[in-house]
């Protein structure tokens, strides 16, 4: 069975900080994906980014970093100089491949950043 | 524009009435889902569906069903709505597994 766990409930910055946001997953998939969503307080989810397990370079996109760890299956993701517009519950998810790919996602019960003026 | 668009947004209901919560989208996508979310759970799938007429139960099916008719729309039925329903509902679509996944605006369901 696959798994997500984002142990930290909540976190709490001001800005300027920078912030590191846990994942750790489960899978016994050899070949896998991984993605991050953002839900702003408008209620959607927002496509942040997918990480092939192939390949375990860190990615940077501004201020967005992921730094992808296959020996210890986790899948962090930090913010660099945080802004009250980070504000939001961050979630990780793990698509399902198994025998027969079903398109699920296997979500991580999200982490809500709250960064401080 | 590419898009997953969900009806309503907003429903508040009351235990027993039949309600259906539409889900189109305009991408060709093969495969579609359902999920709700709730505190502390995250997402969870309720149902899935790969193409035209091929749906299964995902990790929380009781209470719902759904229907792929058309490869675009992907309806989520509640044929009697219990309190413990109440939740935020998100439909999805994605072209394969592992691509990225597409999500409708959300429907807050109240059941009371």
């Known amino acids: 069975a696959q798994k997500v766990t984002q142990a930290q409930t909540e976190i709490s910055v001001v800005e300027k900080e920078d912030v590191t946001l846990d994942c750790v997953y489960e899978?016994?998939?050899?070949?896998?994906?991984l993605f991050w969503y953002k839900q702003p307080p408008s209620g959607e989810l927002v496509f942040l980014i997918r990480r092939n397990s192939f390949d375990e370079q860190n990615e940077i996109s501004g201020r967005y970093s992921w730094n992808f760890q296959k020996s210890t299956s986790s899948f962090n993701f930090t913010i660099t100089a945080s802004q009250v517009v980070d504000s939001a519950v961050y979630f990780c998810?793990?698509?399902?491949?198994?025998?027969?790919?079903?398109?699920?996602?296997?979500f991580g019960q999200g982490t809500i950043l709250t960064v401080h003026p | 524009e590419a898009q997953v668009t969900q009806n309503p947004r907003y429903l508040i209901t009351v235990t027993g009435k039949k309600l259906t919560v539409t889900c189109s989208q305009n991408m060709n996508h093969e495969y579609m889902s359902w999920y709700r979310q709730d505190p502390g759970l995250g997402l969870r799938q309720i149902y899935y569906s790969m193409n035209v007429e091929v749906t299964d139960k995902g990790d929380v099916p009781e209470g719902y069903k759904v229907s792929r008719k058309e490869k675009r729309n992907f309806p989520l039925i509640l044929e009697s709505p219990s309190p413990n329903q109440t939740s935020l509902y998100f439909c999805?679509?994605?072209?394969?597994?592992?691509?990225?996944?597409?999500f409708g605006q959300g429907t807050r369901l109240t059941v009371v």
């Open positions: 899978t016994r998939d050899t070949t896998y994906y």
């Open positions: 999805a679509s994605s072209s394969y597994s592992g691509s990225e996944a597409f």
């Open positions: 998810a793990l698509p399902y491949a198994g025998g027969t790919s079903y398109g699920k996602l296997t």
